[in-house]
């Protein structure tokens, strides 16, 4: 029976009705089978398939399903009974309820079983039922006998309700009979096929491969020689009293013992079908005329069950014991490899100790508690100072090296591991003696390994180096102390109550009290002029944990009563191991005599007004003279007049926005200065690009350039620029993409490269400006840390007359020239450098003497370029209004950003930071673009960005930042990418209207 159409309740089984109509056929085609075999003299069937059948297809059927299965089984009884055999319709449904009740229990009672052990309960997949356990064979069998019981005691009822009470004796014991063989055989045959087509399903070629293999060849051989065997037995004529029925056992031996359950299963359905259509065509040793009409049949169906049950518990019995057999020597196999394993590990475990105790720092033997030393390591040698050799000459003991005055303590170590339950001793500290009658101190501890024999193991450290620097340690506290004490600065400890700890006498004498007379006592207690300023300045300390340095304190102290003295003092945090700040180091310089010295020279300078002026001059000129030595101070220098121009700035901006808001009244005056502040504002946005171009780290005002173009434009520049002795060639490659770059920038780069080209050539050369496309591969990394992608390789090359390699060396450090002082800066190649790397890309120099100079500069062309350009598109029509969210922890960058974008015509939502904008979106409040600061609290603006982007995919976004640090140049990487925009502050409500509109343009493009 092809039950595996009735189990799983999967889509993959196809559909329900399918599967119980392909049950009900093949149900009434046992049927018709079993009716068909029916022997002739008794008129019963010799088994009945049609029990078996119906049993497994309750077990491999979900129990949402039995109620089909039945009435698919019901229908088929009454087409076979009714309509094929004509019997009465109360007569079939009487037989119907018998084998629906029959199978029903049957299933019940295998599940029954197998309640505790391998079923699925409630999945309606009976995983433990298969053809191949013996556990299965007994299940089956014990079901083929007890639920037989209740269908042929129902079926003969009902015979009995139709022809009487004669006919229940009859019936009962032929019903019974005929579906124990049934199940017997049937049952297992199904579950085989199932399991067959399950593999069939889940692997065919695999299936295929198996059906055409010796093994199949073979099976196939075991059930043809089965079949020829039954048919010669159960085919032909016998006379009565010869026992050949046996002669079609053996045959059943071949595929139980070497083809397996599904096989055997296979082969004694072929038996009972032979056995039974012999038998039901008046051949074979059951229809003989000797025999009674209603013995036949119970002969034959004792036969076939006998002979089922034999032959598959064979099958399963002998598969069990392969499974042993390969079991027992996977484990053998297992416990060799874990014995040759630990083995190996122990003899690794050997020489690891061993090569620790030879190659250990710490001395190490083997002795015993009677003072012999049995074995020794180098460490331990060294420090006694001994030899291998003299361990091997004569024995060594450990008590004839130990100093005289210790070997008290040895007994007292030896007599407390004695007492200890793990035989140790603490560590205790002796010397020995070497034979140079030298002294060494140790650190000695051992542990006994074998009461018994008192053999121990012992751990010698030298502690020679550590008395040593014990002896550093202690000489130099006591030179600090008197340094402490002696020196010409007033010196103090204070607490976290500020109370003195510790005073050196030179403090003590300028507070006019003994140093015992501070400790513990609080500044006001001494000092009460100096409390104040005192107490403020600890609290200082104590609270933010920074230190103090250079402050003024000015005051009277009682040794000096009336005088107004004048401090310089460091108040700098005590701190613990774990960092706390545990009290103040105060180091007081007295400067009053030094103030008035300075007051005096002072006065007296005011009347060299003009040697002031001399020497100023004299010693800007040689600050010039020395500018090439001191380049990298002049960095400092020039950070210096920035900040100073930006104070100007500052200024302006504060002095025109108080003018404002005094003059609100007056709207031209409002308007002027408005102007004012704008205009400041512009001069400290080009102040901070000036200062950020020369730290390499200027803002990029990148746009699309074509090389092609841009080189053809240099050229003609250029070659009325550098003269007629320079000529200027352009080596244009193929195939150039546009490159992304501050035109302005780039073109005064190129500039460079051609005067320092010409400078180069003094009587005169070739200039070839060069450009290629050059793809990075991921791999391998590239020389100037380019990463990977595409770039436009822009190169100058002249025929001058090149560098050696120090000067080569240097050719990019700022402030380095080889021209003349009037003639050059040495910023040049410094500031082209930055403007590579802050764009994306690296500059590299190549130069020999007489070979002439390449300068290299890579520039990134990104693929998709035209969204970092999408024209800005028109104004939004009256009424169709864009929402912005604009996130700032500055209350008022946010406020006029806000309220200039609402004036330009946006809807505009504001934030003060991360989580609250998250917190907007997450509500699903209507935003277009996000607009955020780069440097916020907590959470930044690219991980804003990010966030946003998990949340609303998609979501336009501007960066604003008014730093260059490293996350801003992660910054510039998202920007040149295409990942979202970046402006730099200060930005114009104008500038970013602007980029806003550019946002919706590229949106609404990649929408068409």
Same mark, same amino acid.
């Given at each position: 029976?092809?039950?595996?159409?009735?189990?799983?309740?999967?889509?993959?089984?196809?559909?329900?009705?399918?599967?119980?109509?392909?049950?009900?056929?093949?149900?009434?085609?046992?049927?018709?089978?079993?009716?068909?075999?029916?022997?002739?003299?008794?008129?019963?069937?010799?088994?009945?398939?049609?029990?078996?059948?119906?049993?497994?297809?309750?077990?491999?059927?979900?129990?949402?399903?039995?109620?089909?299965?039945?009435?698919?089984?019901?229908?088929?009884?009454?087409?076979?009974?009714?309509?094929?055999?004509?019997?009465?319709?109360?007569?079939?449904?009487?037989?119907?309820?018998? @084998?629906?009740?029959?199978?029903?229990?049957?299933?019940?009672?295998?599940?029954?079983?197998?309640?505790?052990?391998?079923?699925?309960?409630?999945?309606?997949?009976?995983?433990?039922?298969?053809?191949?356990?013996?556990?299965?064979?007994?299940?089956?069998?014990?079901?083929?006998?007890?639920?037989?019981?209740?269908?042929?005691?129902?079926?003969?009822?009902?015979?009995?309700?139709?022809?009487?009470?004669?006919?229940?004796?009859?019936?009962?014991?032929?019903?019974?009979?005929?579906?124990?063989?049934?199940?017997?055989?049937?049952?297992?045959?199904?579950?085989?096929?199932?399991?067959?087509?399950?593999?069939? *399903?889940?692997?065919?070629?695999?299936?295929?491969?198996?059906?055409?293999?010796?093994?199949?060849?073979?099976?196939?051989?075991?059930?043809?020689?089965?079949?020829?065997?039954?048919?010669?037995?159960?085919?032909?004529?016998?006379?009565?009293?010869?026992?050949?029925?046996?002669?079609?056992?053996?045959?059943?031996?071949?595929?139980?013992?070497?083809?397996?359950?599904?096989?055997?299963?296979?082969?004694?359905?072929?038996?009972?079908?032979?056995?039974?259509?012999?038998?039901?065509?008046?051949?074979?040793?059951?229809?003989?005329?000797?025999?009674?009409?209603?013995?036949?049949?119970?002969?034959?169906?004792?036969?076939?069950?006998?002979?089922?049950?034999?032959?598959?518990?064979?099958?399963?019995?002998?598969?069990?014991?392969?499974?042993?057999?390969?079991?027992?020597?996977?484990? @053998?196999?297992?416990?060799?490899?874990?014995?040759?394993?630990?083995?190996?590990?122990? =003899?690794?475990?050997?020489?690891?100790?061993?090569?620790?105790?030879?190659?250990?720092?710490?001395?190490?033997?083997?002795?015993?508690?009677?003072?012999?030393?049995?074995?020794?390591?180098?460490?331990?040698?060294?420090?006694?100072?001994?030899?291998?050799?003299?361990?091997?000459?004569?024995?060594?003991?450990?008590?004839?090296?130990?100093?005289?005055?210790?070997?008290?303590?040895?007994?007292?170590?030896?007599?407390?591991?004695?007492?200890?339950?793990?035989?140790?001793?603490?560590?205790? $500290?002796?010397?020995?003696?070497?034979?140079?009658?030298?002294?060494?101190?140790?650190?000695?501890?051992?542990?006994?390994?074998?009461?018994?024999?008192?053999?121990?193991?012992?751990?010698?450290?030298?502690?020679?180096?550590?008395?040593?620097?014990?002896?550093?340690?202690?000489?130099?506290?006591?030179?600090?102390?008197?340094?402490?004490?002696? =020196?010409?600065?007033?010196?103090?400890?204070?607490?976290?109550?500020?109370?003195?700890?510790?005073?050196?006498?030179?403090?003590?004498?300028?507070?006019?009290?003994?140093?015992?007379?501070?400790?513990?006592?609080?500044?006001?207690?001494?000092?009460?002029?100096?409390?104040?300023?005192?107490?403020?300045?600890?609290? +200082?300390?104590?609270?933010? /944990?920074?230190?103090?340095?250079?402050?003024?304190?000015?005051?009277?102290?009682?040794?000096?009563?009336?005088?107004?003295?004048?401090?310089?003092?460091?108040?700098?945090? %005590?701190?613990?191991?774990?960092?706390?700040?545990?009290?103040?180091?105060?180091?007081?310089? $007295?400067?009053?005599?030094?103030?008035?010295?300075?007051?005096?020279?002072?006065?007296?300078?005011?009347?060299? $007004?003009?040697?002031?002026?001399?020497?100023?001059?004299?010693?800007?000129?040689?600050?010039?003279?020395?500018?090439?030595?001191?380049?990298?101070?002049? %960095?400092?220098?020039?950070?210096?007049?920035?900040?100073?121009?930006?104070?100007?700035?500052?200024?302006?901006?504060?002095?025109?926005? /108080?003018?404002?808001?005094?003059?609100?009244?007056?709207?031209?005056?409002?308007?002027?200065?408005?102007?004012?502040?704008? @205009?400041?504002?512009?001069?400290?946005?080009?102040?901070?690009?000036?200062?950020?171009?020369?730290? *390499?780290?200027?803002? %990029?005002?990148?746009?699309?350039?074509?090389?092609?173009?841009?080189?053809?434009?240099?050229?003609?520049?250029?070659?009325?620029?550098?003269?007629?002795?320079?000529?200027?060639?352009?080596?244009?490659?193929?195939?150039?993409?546009?490159?992304?770059?501050?035109? /302005?920038?780039?073109?005064?780069?190129?500039?460079?490269?051609?005067?320092?080209?010409?400078?180069?050539?003094?009587?005169?050369?070739?200039?070839?400006?060069?450009?290629?496309?050059?793809?990075?591969?991921?791999?391998?990394?590239?020389?100037?840390?380019?990463?990977?992608?595409?770039?436009?390789? %822009?190169?100058?090359?002249?025929?001058?007359?090149?560098?050696?390699?120090?000067?080569?060396?240097?050719?990019?450090?700022?402030?380095?020239?080889?021209?003349?002082?009037?003639?050059?800066?040495?910023?040049?190649?410094?500031?082209?450098?930055?403007?590579?790397?802050?764009?994306?890309?690296?500059?590299?120099?190549?130069?020999?003497?007489? +070979?002439?100079?390449?300068?290299?500069?890579?520039?990134?062309?990104?693929?998709?370029?035209?969204?970092?350009?999408?024209?800005?598109?028109?104004?939004?029509?009256?009424?169709?209004?864009?929402?912005?969210?604009?996130?700032?922890?500055?209350?008022?960058? +946010?406020?006029?950003?806000?309220?200039?974008?609402?004036?330009?015509?946006?809807?505009?939502?504001?934030?003060?930071?991360?989580?609250?904008?998250?917190?907007?979106?997450?509500?699903?409040?209507?935003?277009?673009?996000?607009?955020?600061? !780069?440097?916020?609290?907590?959470?930044?603006?690219?991980?804003?960005?990010?966030?946003?982007?998990?949340?609303?995919?998609?979501?336009?976004?501007?960066?604003?930042?008014?730093?260059?640090? $490293?996350?801003?140049?992660?910054?510039?990487?998202?920007? !040149?990418?295409?990942?979202?925009?970046?402006?730099?502050?200060?930005?114009?409500?104008?500038?970013?209207?602007?980029?806003?509109?550019?946002?919706?343009?590229?949106?609404?493009?990649?929408?068409?």
């Amino acid at each position: 029976m092809a039950v595996s159409n009735a189990a799983p309740s999967s889509p993959r089984t196809g559909p329900a009705a399918g599967i119980i109509l392909c049950f009900g056929l093949l149900y009434l085609g046992a049927a018709l089978l079993g009716h068909a075999l029916t022997l002739p003299l008794s008129h019963v069937a010799s088994f009945w398939p049609a029990a078996g059948l119906y049993l497994a297809a309750l077990l491999l059927a979900p129990p949402s399903r039995w109620p089909a299965i039945i009435a698919a089984g019901t229908a088929a009884n009454l087409v076979s009974d009714t309509l094929v055999l004509g019997r009465p319709v109360g007569l079939v449904l009487g037989f119907a309820l018998a @084998n629906g009740l029959e199978a029903l229990f049957g299933a019940w009672l295998v599940r029954r079983v197998l309640r505790h052990g391998e079923a699925s309960e409630g999945t309606g997949n009976i995983t433990a039922i298969s053809p191949g356990s013996l556990r299965t064979v007994a299940i089956i069998g014990g079901a083929a006998l007890t639920a037989p019981i209740l269908g042929a005691t129902i079926g003969a009822t009902d015979m009995t309700l139709m022809e009487g009470p004669a006919a229940f004796a009859r019936v009962w014991k032929v019903w019974w009979a005929a579906d124990v063989v049934g199940v017997a055989v049937a049952a297992p045959l199904a579950l085989a096929s199932v399991a067959i087509l399950r593999d069939i *399903r889940a692997d065919p070629r695999r299936a295929a491969a198996r059906a055409v293999s010796a093994r199949g060849r073979e099976g196939a051989a075991a059930l043809l020689l089965v079949t020829a065997a039954a048919a010669g037995v159960f085919w032909t004529s016998v006379s009565p009293g010869q026992p050949i029925a046996f002669l079609a056992l053996p045959p059943l031996l071949w595929p139980a013992l070497r083809l397996g359950a599904g096989a055997t299963a296979l082969a004694c359905a072929l038996l009972a079908l032979i056995a039974a259509s012999g038998s039901a065509a008046g051949h074979g040793p059951f229809a003989v005329p000797t025999l009674a009409p209603m013995l036949q049949p119970v002969l034959l169906q004792l036969f076939l069950y006998v002979a089922t049950v034999t032959a598959q518990a064979l099958a399963v019995a002998e598969a069990e014991r392969r499974r042993a057999t390969a079991a027992l020597g996977a484990l @053998n196999l297992g416990l060799t490899a874990q014995v040759t394993e630990r083995g190996t590990a122990l =003899a690794m475990r050997e020489a690891e100790l061993s090569g620790l105790f030879a190659a250990s720092p710490v001395g190490i033997t083997r002795a015993d508690l009677d003072g012999r030393i049995h074995e020794a390591n180098d460490a331990f040698l060294r420090i006694v100072g001994l030899s291998h050799a003299t361990l091997s000459a004569e024995p060594l003991r450990w008590d004839a090296l130990t100093a005289p005055e210790y070997r008290a303590a040895d007994r007292a170590a030896i007599a407390e591991a004695m007492a200890s339950p793990d035989g140790r001793c603490r560590p205790f $500290e002796k010397e020995y003696i070497r034979p140079d009658g030298s002294r060494v101190p140790v650190l000695v501890s051992f542990a006994l390994i074998d009461r018994g024999s008192g053999l121990c193991a012992a751990f010698i450290v030298d502690l020679s180096e550590q008395r040593r620097a014990e002896a550093t340690a202690r000489r130099a506290l006591d030179e600090l102390q008197m340094v402490y004490a002696t =020196a010409p600065v007033g010196l103090c400890v204070l607490d976290r109550d500020l109370r003195w700890v510790r005073i050196n006498a030179h403090l003590a004498e300028i507070n006019g009290a003994p140093a015992e007379a501070h400790i513990g006592r609080r500044i006001g207690e001494i000092l009460p002029d100096l409390a104040e300023a005192g107490e403020a300045l600890g609290r +200082r300390v104590l609270d933010s /944990g920074e230190p103090v340095l250079n402050v003024e304190i000015t005051g009277e102290t009682p040794a000096r009563p009336g005088v107004r003295r004048i401090w310089m003092e460091d108040w700098l945090p %005590l701190r613990d191991a774990a960092g706390q700040v545990t009290g103040i180091n105060v180091v007081a310089r $007295e400067v009053t005599e030094q103030r008035a010295a300075e007051a005096a020279l002072a006065e007296l300078n005011r009347h060299l $007004e003009e040697r002031v002026r001399t020497e100023v001059a004299a010693r800007e000129e040689a600050q010039a003279r020395a500018a090439h030595a001191e380049r990298m101070q002049a %960095l400092g220098q020039l950070a210096g007049g920035i900040a100073h121009d930006f104070n100007n700035v500052l200024q302006a901006v504060q002095a025109g926005a /108080g003018l404002i808001e005094h003059r609100v009244a007056d709207p031209a005056s409002v308007r002027r200065f408005a102007r004012t502040v704008l @205009n400041a504002a512009e001069r400290g946005a080009a102040i901070t690009r000036r200062l950020l171009a020369f730290a *390499r780290r200027g803002e %990029l005002r990148a746009e699309p350039i074509e090389p092609a173009t841009l080189l053809d434009g240099m050229r003609d520049v250029l070659s009325h620029t550098l003269g007629s002795p320079v000529s200027v060639r352009v080596d244009i490659g193929p195939d150039l993409p546009a490159l992304l770059a501050d035109r /302005g920038q780039l073109e005064t780069v190129l500039v460079n490269f051609a005067t320092n080209a010409r400078d180069a050539m003094p009587e005169g050369g070739t200039l070839t400006l060069a450009a290629a496309v050059e793809q990075i591969p991921p791999r391998p990394l590239h020389p100037m840390g380019l990463k990977p992608g595409r770039y436009v390789r %822009l190169s100058a090359t002249d025929t001058g007359t090149g560098m050696d390699r120090a000067t080569l060396a240097r050719a990019c450090e700022p402030f380095f020239t080889t021209k003349a002082q009037e003639h050059g800066t040495g910023l040049g190649l410094s500031m082209a450098r930055g403007f590579a790397e802050q764009s994306g890309g690296a500059l590299a120099v190549d130069s020999a003497p007489g +070979r002439g100079t390449t300068v290299t500069l890579w520039l990134p062309a990104p693929e998709r370029l035209h969204e970092a350009t999408t024209p800005r598109s028109a104004r939004p029509p009256p009424g169709a209004v864009r929402r912005v969210l604009i996130v700032d922890d500055e209350d008022t960058v +946010r406020e006029t950003l806000a309220a200039g974008l609402e004036d330009a015509g946006f809807d505009v939502l504001t934030a003060e930071s991360g989580a609250e904008a998250l917190a907007l979106l997450e509500a699903e409040e209507t935003v277009e673009v996000l607009v955020c600061d !780069l440097a916020m609290p907590g959470m930044g603006g690219i991980a804003l960005i990010r966030a946003a982007e998990a949340c609303r995919p998609g979501l336009q976004a501007i960066l604003l930042t008014g730093y260059m640090g $490293e996350e801003a140049q992660m910054a510039v990487g998202g920007a !040149l990418s295409g990942t979202f925009s970046l402006l730099r502050k200060p930005v114009t409500i104008a500038q970013l209207a602007d980029r806003i509109e550019m946002l919706f343009a590229r949106a609404e493009s990649r929408g068409r």
